[in-house]
């Protein structure tokens, strides 16, 4: 049984919320007997016991900036991990990203096969839509509850992460400026951040005013995340990654190091950041949580 947060700092929270969306994981892939045998493991395999938890965590902090109960967060941070997950899987199939390593494993297609890896992806991403939709805590908030299956279902399509991902295929082998980057990474990675920290504030009681501050925020961390994610590419080892470093610049892709330099990167995912927090700044201190996470995203080391 998992107790309530304290009021103690975020970074004390973290163990706390990261049980909580791994339990709550765990549960809705608990689904023996009612899905095949190979799939449900490539599913497991693909979600349990690896990954950072950053964008669950990004709900948890906005539901306590929102004011929003626990319990009422589980199924979302649980769907935004299952839509990450899924997205992971996929991104890494030969016809992708081509890569035989993730959260210090092998990748989901390498540990099975390439087609028990896209139906594990895709049923992933249809059982997150379905936790949303029926998750019981949520069943007296219907509004809310749809409005955040509208912002999951826009952050993962053809304008979200799927959009994104479609443009990095076609930029690669060319050379890209940084508004090029952007829209990509607006996309493809930023989209689902800007979900997470949006999704809980459906569920509370946010001004229009509030609603917007803290949007400039959620989309402007989102683009840190990637920078951030370019730069360990260069600087990390693939140990400290769990995943192959340098794989950008094997696939001919842009990064923003390779765009502006590392430390032009360096200093836009610090301005970028600051952008994001002095939004954040206007909504007061139970944005704390938000506040740390947007301190890590910008410094993590892996
Ligand atoms: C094939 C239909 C079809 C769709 C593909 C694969 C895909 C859609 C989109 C790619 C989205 C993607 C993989 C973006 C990269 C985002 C990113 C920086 C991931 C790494 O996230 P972390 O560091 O990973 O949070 P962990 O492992 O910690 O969870």
Known sequence: MITRATTAPFAERLDHYRARVDQKLADVLDLDRQVPERLLAAMRYSVLGGGKRVRPLLV????????????ALDAVAAAVELVHAYSLV??????????????????????????????????????????LATDRAL????GAQVRMLA????????TGMVGGQALDMAAEGQRLDEHGL??????????????????????????PEQRASLDVFASDIGLVFQIRDDLLEVEQDTATLGKHAGSDSGNDKSTYPSTLGVEGARQRAAETQQRAVAALRTLGPSADGLLWLSGFILN???
Request: proline share 4%; glycine share 8%; charged share 25%.
């Open 60 to 71: 948890y902090a906005s539901g306590e900036l929102a004011q929003v109960a626990e319990h």
């Open 90 to 131: 996929h991104d890494d199939l030969p016809a992708m990203d081509d890569d035989d390593l993730r959260r210090g494993r092998p990748t989901t297609h390498k540990e099975f096969d390439d087609a028990t890896a896209i139906l594990a992806g895709d049923a992933l991403q249809a059982l997150a839509f379905e936790v």
């Open 139 to 142: 069943a007296a908030n219907a």
């Open 151 to 158: 912002w999951l279902a826009r952050a993962a399509g053809p």
């Open 182 to 207: 952007e829209r990509i990474h607006r996309g493809k990675t930023g989209a689902l951040i800007r979900a997470s920290i949006m999704m809980p504030s459906e569920l509370g009681t946010s001004s």
């Open 300 to 302: 993590r080391a892996y």
